[in-house]
């Protein structure tokens, strides 16, 4: 057996993903009413799932439990302090991030996870109903074609490639005086200076560096808003 089939069918342990949950979820201000132990559950079931069909599909280039569990689940909820407004669209969910941990977060507010990827909004939709989760709608649909109705409070993403794009491909689907919530690695200096060059009307209203429990590396969360006037 090779070493990189060894690691696709390297065991899934709940016990220790549980613990290793749980210890992450100390470090976040969960929001008010959100019990961490069940929360971790939720989580350690969400992972199982992702697990299992990464056996079989290309869902996340990410195959290790253990590394799932910062790289995925505790970068998601980095976003915790940026989540306002009653409608979210997830751009780009891909296997369901960040959409799905922070939709058990935040039970009252609805959540639309989109993809174009049909095998991969499959598997976000039986994660869904296998964690019950009442707040979460699945799309497959490119953000392009995508005309929601209403428009949503904000978009968030952590997959595309560039402000300008996601201001390109997303400002349609937020009300007026909506956010676009960008998560990035490295502060992102070259696409803020193409977006000021493209004048698209948008502007970052909050630039912050956050922390992610057993990740190194830089991560910033980038909040724009149209420019007034």
Same mark, same amino acid.
């Given at each position: =057996?090779? +070493?990189?089939?060894?690691?696709? &069918?390297?065991?899934?342990?709940?016990?220790?993903?549980?613990?290793?949950?749980?210890?992450?979820? $100390? *470090?976040? !201000?969960?929001?008010?009413?959100?019990?961490? /132990?069940?929360? %971790?559950?939720?989580l350690c079931l969400y992972l199982a799932e992702l697990h299992k069909w990464n056996q079989a599909y290309n869902l996340t280039a990410v195959r290790e439990p253990r590394e799932m569990v910062p790289r995925h689940v505790f970068d998601? @909820?980095?976003?915790?302090?940026?989540?306002?407004?009653?409608?979210?669209? /997830?751009?780009?969910?891909?296997?369901?991030?960040?959409?799905?941990?922070?939709?058990? +977060? *935040?039970?009252?507010?609805?959540?639309?996870?989109?993809?174009?990827?049909?095998? &991969?909004?499959?598997?976000?939709?039986?994660?869904?109903?296998?964690?019950?989760?009442?707040?979460?709608?699945?799309?497959? #649909?490119?953000?392009?074609?995508?005309?929601?109705?209403?428009?949503?409070?904000?978009?968030?993403?952590? !997959? *595309?490639? $560039?402000?300008?794009?996601?201001?390109?491909? +997303? %400002?349609? %689907?937020?009300?007026?005086?909506?956010? @676009?919530?960008? =998560?990035?690695?490295?502060?992102? /200096?070259?696409?803020? #200076?193409?977006?000021?060059?493209?004048?698209?009307?948008?502007?970052? $209203?909050? $630039?912050?560096?956050?922390?992610?429990?057993?990740?190194?590396?830089?991560?910033?969360? @980038?909040?724009?808003?149209?420019?007034?006037?």
């Amino acid at each position: =057996m090779s +070493c990189a089939y060894a690691k696709i &069918k390297a065991v899934f342990n709940k016990t220790e993903t549980g613990t290793q949950l749980r210890a992450g979820l $100390s *470090f976040f !201000a969960l929001p008010e009413g959100v019990d961490a /132990d069940r929360l %971790a559950d939720s989580l350690c079931l969400y992972l199982a799932e992702l697990h299992k069909w990464n056996q079989a599909y290309n869902l996340t280039a990410v195959r290790e439990p253990r590394e799932m569990v910062p790289r995925h689940v505790f970068d998601s @909820l980095s976003a915790l302090p940026f989540v306002g407004g009653s409608r979210i669209v /997830d751009i780009g969910t891909g296997a369901g991030l960040p959409g799905i941990p922070l939709a058990l +977060c *935040f039970p009252h507010v609805q959540f639309t996870l989109l993809d174009a990827n049909g095998k &991969k909004t499959r598997f976000v939709q039986h994660a869904v109903n296998r964690l019950g989760l009442r707040n979460v709608t699945v799309v497959q #649909a490119r953000i392009e074609a995508f005309r929601p109705e209403p428009r949503f409070d904000a978009a968030i993403s952590r !997959a *595309f490639a $560039s402000l300008q794009d996601f201001v390109a491909g +997303c %400002a349609h %689907a937020v009300i007026p005086g909506g956010r @676009l919530i960008a =998560m990035k690695g490295r502060y992102p /200096d070259a696409e803020l #200076a193409a977006l000021a060059t493209a004048r698209t009307g948008w502007q970052v $209203s909050q $630039s912050t560096s956050v922390a992610v429990p057993e990740l190194d590396g830089e991560r910033h969360i @980038l909040v724009l808003q149209r420019s007034a006037g």
